[in-house]
DNA sequence: TCCATGACAGTTT
DNA sequence: AAAACTGCCATGG
């Protein structure tokens, strides 16, 4: 798989996260890894800094439910917009955490 | 080609 | 419970 379509999955999964859902980082990139055999957190988060930008980048947070560096503001404006269960300037990850359709692993 | 860095995660102290 | 350390894999210099 080259570099891009990699990206490009990743950018297909992230949009596919819905309203008031997050997921982490590494979720994203285990569910990848499905698909690419190799993934890493960091590579989710690269990719997000390079490439995120047409993408709903706020729904995707660190495993600690953590925002983003730079972008806490308005990622935690967004995300309450969207009804996000917010714990303080956190995303209360135990009930906002999704999987996308056909991962049996959560299922 | 090798070294350093990065929207992170998991484990151990 | 919080802080520090190590592991991950790809990209940039």
Redesign the pocket.
Known sequence: MT?DEYVEAVLALVERIPPGRVM???AVADALAERSG?????????I???H??GVP?HR?V???G?L????EREARARLRAEGTPLRGDKVDIAAANWSPPGDDRTR
């Open positions: 570099p982490s980082y590494g190799r993934a890493s957190p960091r590579l989710v988060g690269s997000m800094a390079r995120g930008g980048w995707v660190n495993a600690a953590r983003p560096p730079g972008h």
